[in-house]
Nanobody, 123 residues
Framework: EVQLVESGGGLVQAGESLRLSCAVS????????IGWFRQAPGKEREGVSA????????YYADSVKGRFIIYSDNASNTVYLQMTSLKPEDTAVYYC????????????????WGQGTQVTVSS
């Protein structure tokens, strides 16, 4: 059974930091792209960042470049999203997802999804 389990969300003030974790099991971790997406109330789910474990390719949305860092720990099959200088507009439910290929942050290309973790940034 494939599982992606997010953790690390919470309530912080603007300017503070959070680190999200995505623990992956049931797939060959090194073969998959792991992406982070977020969905704010009333908005569509959007891609935030992704890491292609097979070759180290990394993607960031323009809105988070310079503030978020994604990295993998292959020993524990976990992908982290270090978020700094958080803004109120970063408030959303954050999801991690796994894709066999890397074709950009196309939601339809990500086969497996976690349940999400809430991030709330107060001003």
């Amino acid at each position: 059974e494939v599982q992606l389990v997010e953790s690390g969300g919470g309530l912080v003030q603007a300017g503070e930091s959070l680190r999200l974790s995505c623990a992956v099991s049931g797939i060959t971790f090194d073969d998959y792209t792991i992406g982070w997406f977020r969905q704010a109330p009333g908005k569509e789910r959007e891609g935030v960042s992704a890491i292609v474990n097979s070759d180290g390719t990394i993607y960031y949305a323009d809105s988070v470049k310079g503030r978020f860092i994604i990295y993998s720990d292959n020993a524990s099959n976990t992908v982290y999203l270090q978020m700094t200088s958080l803004k109120p507009e970063d408030t959303a439910v954050y999801y991690c997802a796994a894709s066999w290929i890397w074709a950009g942050m196309d939601l339809d290309e990500f086969e497996y999804w976690g349940q999400g973790t809430q991030v709330t940034v107060s001003s």
